[in-house]
T-cell receptor
Framework: GEDVEQSLFLSVREGDSSVINCTYTDSSSTYLYWYKQEPGAGLQLLTYIFSNMDMKQDQRLTVLLNKKDKHLSLRIADTQTGDSAIYFCAEEGEGSGNTGKLIFGQGTTLQVKP | KAGVTQTPRYLIKTRGQQVTLSCSPISGHRSVSWYQQTPGQGLQFLFEYFSETQRNKGNFPGRFSGRQFSNSRSEMNVSTLELGDSALYLC??????????FGPGTRLLVL
């Protein structure tokens, strides 16, 4: 079945790097996504990676994809207090064939200490 | 470009009532998806509409329904509300080749 797993909590000091990990089950996903949710807000798309890529870098964000192990990670360099939020990993739903149905992990709460 | 908008932002209903939520997608986006977010179940896919047709459906009871209009705006309806329907309802829009962009959500409280 479809399942996305994430660790629930990560605490880092301001200025350190944060690494949030995710495992997924559907190897047919074309894209894998990272979203950020701040308290009381909707989901903000942070970045996504095409399934035939190993890595994608976007300013302070680096996404690594290991298709063999079905493992996705998000690295945030120079983490700031404004990065404190819940981070969701998502894969495309099985058989959806498009980006209309996403399966989300439980979310990782990132706490950044000053 | 304006983002995805959802109305209303907050809603309080009582058990047994029905509710209609609205979502206006980003201009040019023809796909609209709906998700329910609760502390216990997390983010769960409800359904997706594309060009006025339901294209994908999640595992929710028939009390949850939706539709999409010719201008791509979408509504979702929940009939016979239960306490467990209290949640943040998120709408997302996209194109066939692009990812989903989410709105701010409608927070529904059922008393």
């Amino acid at each position: 079945g479809e399942d996305v797993e994430q660790s629930l909590f990560l605490s880092v000091r301001e200025g350190d790097s944060s690494v949030i990990n995710c495992t997924y089950t559907d190897s047919s996903s074309t894209y894998l996504y990272w979203y950020k949710q701040e308290p009381g807000a909707g989901l903000q798309l942070l970045t996504y990676i095409f399934s035939n890529m190993d890595m994608k870098q976007d300013q302070r964000l680096t996404v690594l994809l290991n298709k063999k192990d079905k493992h996705l990670s998000l690295r945030i360099a120079d983490t700031q207090t404004g990065d404190s939020a819940i981070y969701f990993c998502a894969e495309e739903g099985e058989g959806s064939g498009n980006t209309g149905k996403l399966i989300f992990g439980q979310g990782t709460t990132l706490q950044v200490k000053p | 470009k304006a983002g995805v908008t959802q109305t209303p932002r907050y809603l309080i209903k009582t058990r047994g009532q029905q509710v209609t939520l609205s979502c206006s997608p980003i201009s040019g986006h023809r796909s609209v998806s709906w998700y329910q977010q609760t502390p216990g179940q997390g983010l769960q896919f409800l359904f997706e509409y594309f060009s006025e047709t339901q294209r994908n459906k999640g595992n929710f009871p028939g009390r949850f329904s939706g539709r999409q209009f010719s201008n791509s705006r979408s509504e979702m309806n929940v009939s016979t509300l239960e306490l467990g329907d209290s949640a943040l309802y998120l709408c997302a829009s996209g194109t066939d080749q692009e990812t989903q962009y989410f709105g701010p959500g409608t927070r529904l409280l059922v008393l």
